[in-house]
C-alpha cells in the first residue's frame, strides 16, 4: 500500500500531529502531500484531491467527508478546545465570545479553571 498523502499545515498545528501520531500508531505510512499556509489552502487541496487532513467536524462541510474505518483509517481521538480569559480584564470582544458560549444552545461548556482542574479535563 503507497503512503497515505496528508495536507497539513506547518509543524506546530496540533492537527497534523494528531494525524500523523494517529497514523503511526496504527502503523500506517504517510507522506506529506502539501504544506498549506492557510485553512482556505488546505480545503482547497484536500478538494482538489491532494490528499486527506484531518480537521475538527465543526469545519466539515458538504463539499468534505468524514474518511474512517471502513476506508481502512484509524479513528482519530476527540480533542478538546479550552479558552481562557482574565476576569480581572474587561474586554468587550472578549466578554462577547465569552457570553456566546455560556448563553446559547452549543456544545460548548464554560467552566473555571479550578472546576477544570477538579474534573481532571485539562
Known amino acids: 500500500m503507497s503512503p497515505i498523502p496528508l495536507v497539513v499545515m506547518d509543524e506546530t498545528n496540533p492537527f497534523r500531529q494528531l494525524a500523523t501520531n494517529t497514523l503511526d500508531d496504527a502503523g500506517i505510512q504517510w507522506r506529506i502531500a502539501y504544506e498549506a499556509a492557510s485553512l482556505s489552502a488546505v480545503r482547497a487541496a484536500v478538494n482538489a ?3 486527506i487532513t484531518a480537521r475538527p467536524l465543526e469545519m ?3 463539499d468534505l467527508r468524514i474518511l474512517g474505518e471502513s476506508e481502512g483509517l484509524p479513528r482519530l481521538p476527540e480533542t478538546q478546545y479550552w479558552l481562557y480569559r ?3 480584564e474587561q ?3 472578549v466578554l462577547t465570545v465569552f457570553n456566546a458560549i ?3 444552545k452549543t456544545p460548548y461548556t464554560v467552566t473555571s479553571v479550578e472546576e477544570a482542574h477538579s474534573l481532571d479535563l485539562e
Open 49 to 51: 484531491e491532494v490528499g
Open 60 to 62: 466539515q462541510n458538504a
Open 86 to 88: 482574565n476576569f480581572d
Open 91 to 93: 474586554n468587550e470582544a
Open 102 to 104: 455560556e448563553n446559547k
